[in-house]
């Protein structure tokens, strides 16, 4: 009965008290087990004018969609919570490593963008994405939810649909990553990596006695990137 009570009458997700007693549980966890949580604070952008078009009705109507969304768009171990009438958390206690949190996110942003139709009205949600990661950027309740608007608010300058991570050398290192993800597919999809043929030498006879093949690839600019950089993301990409 007291979780019920905790519910959103509207959306049915739970509400900030269980967001608390939720985070409590998952510091003792990450303390105990050393491991990672991400939260990512989800604003969503336009109700007010939205609500010119559609009616407090129908916004009604458009954040139950949205909470439906959310709900799909978690793993098994992560949770949504309504925080306030334009903002949801996302608490993903999924993620093995730091550089998940990204996953999480670009699915949750993908789910949310998808067009829908409120009282005949085509609507194409934008939102904005605050993501902070424990136990990095806090320790602390307040000081998480702190940082977490913190990065919110970093990302409304950005424009709409955009994120924005409260460590900013984190969200440095998944962009640079991202960035050599989104070359290696597109390498993929043009078929364009370049083969290095190099020979191998008998010690004994100095001769060539076979050639190895080695793939390379390039970058934007026609700069070959080295293996170390493009592998190891193609292996945690499931590309290779």
């Not at 990672?36 to 336009?46: A, Y």
């Not at 009616?55 to 909470?67: E, K, T, V």
């Not at 608010?153 to 640079?176: A, R, V």
Request: proline content about 3%; charged content about 25%; hydrophobic content about 40%.
């Amino acid at each position: 009965m007291n979780e019920l009570n905790q519910r959103d009458k509207l959306t049915g997700l739970p509400e900030r008290a269980h967001l608390w007693s939720k985070l409590s549980e998952i510091i003792r966890q990450i303390e105990r087990n050393g491991t990672f949580c991400g939260v990512l604070l989800v604003k969503i952008n336009q109700l007010n004018e939205l609500a010119k078009h559609i009616g407090n009705d129908g916004i009604d109507q458009y954040l139950i969609l949205l909470a439906e969304r959310f709900k799909k768009s978690l793993w098994d171990m992560d949770a949504a919570f309504r925080f306030k009438d334009d903002q949801f958390v996302i608490v993903a206690n999924s993620i093995n490593r730091p550089e998940d949190i990204h996953v999480v996110m670009k699915k949750l942003q993908e789910y949310l963008a998808i067009e829908c139709t409120i009282k005949k009205i085509k609507i194409s949600p934008s939102t904005n994405i605050g993501i902070v990661l424990l136990p990095t950027d806090g320790t602390e309740i307040d000081e998480i939810m702190l940082n977490a608007t913190s990065a919110l608010s970093k990302s409304n300058p950005l424009g709409d649909n955009q994120y924005y991570y409260f460590n900013q050398e984190l969200g440095c290192k998944i962009y640079e990553q991202e960035s050599v993800k989104s070359a290696i597919l597109a390498t993929l999809a043009d078929e364009s990596f370049v083969l290095h043929l190099q020979p191998k030498i008998n010690v004994e006879s100095n001769k060539v006695s076979g050639v190895e093949t080695l793939v390379r690839m390039r970058d934007s600019e026609g700069n070959i990137v080295s293996p170390n950089e493009f592998i190891p993301i193609a292996e945690n990409s499931s590309l290779i």
